[in-house]
T-cell receptor
């Protein structure tokens, strides 16, 4: 049972480059989320999705885009990388219902130079 | 209104001691308060959670105390062990808000042998 899988685990980007962070889950969860984690700042919500074809902005969406074409996959796109996007990115999923556990991937550490 | 404030930022405890981490929230619509534990290089994992109509929940050495009137909740780790050394995040969410987790800023716990 793989749970939530993120790729890549590490990446270095140059300013202005673009990339896609991949996230897939095999638990048939409806709800998926992208967070970024910066030192001393906790986890901030970037985008989320309540089901295939439905996405919405979180607290810090600027500079990112998402899509949700299937229940399993929720990729995060950085179009023009900036140093401020240097962070650790976590994807998470929840099965619909109050009080259900959020399952997180192992994260992608991104450095923009 | 969406913030969750967490303290302390870091905590050092001797083996066998009690670790206490505190959180406060503003939005009274929150209806789920989980604590997540994160080890270096890993994603957060659910440790214990409470609903606002309960004042205390205990699971093994971990206890959540919840004070609805003060809008505060805390995590107590009894008989702290070196294996408990990790970063702990409190969080809050609302069923009516797509279960989005609002995280505190995290507490880095070090338990000395």
């Amino acid at each position: 049972n793989a749970g939530v899988t993120q790729t890549p685990k590490f990446r270095i980007l140059k300013i202005g480059q673009s990339m896609t962070l991949q996230c897939t889950q095999d638990m048939n969860h409806n709800y998926m989320y992208w967070y970024r984690q910066d030192p001393g700042m906790g986890l901030k919500l970037i985008y989320y999705s309540v089901g295939a074809g439905i996405t919405d902005k979180g607290e810090v969406p600027n500079g990112y885009n998402v899509s949700r074409s299937t229940t399993e996959d929720f990729p995060l796109r950085l179009e023009l990388a900036a140093p401020s996007q240097t962070s650790v990115y976590f994807c998470a999923s929840i099965k619909q219902g109050w009080g259900t556990e959020a399952f997180f991937g192992q994260g992608t550490r991104l450095t923009v130079v | 209104q969406q913030q969750v404030k967490q303290s302390p930022q870091s905590l050092i405890v001797q083996k066998g001691g009690i670790s206490i981490i505190n959180c406060a929230y503003e939005n009274t619509a929150f209806d789920y308060f989980p604590w997540y534990q994160q080890f270096p290089g890993k994603g957060p994992a659910l440790l214990i959670a409470i609903r606002p109509d309960v004042s205390e929940k205990k699971e093994g050495r971990f206890t959540i105390s919840f004070n609805k009137s003060a809008k505060q909740f805390s995590l107590h780790i009894m008989d702290s062990q070196p294996g408990d050394s990790a970063t702990y995040f409190c969080a809050a969410s609302m069923m009516d808000s797509s279960y989005k987790l609002i995280f505190g800023s995290g507490t880095r716990l070090l338990v000395r042998p």
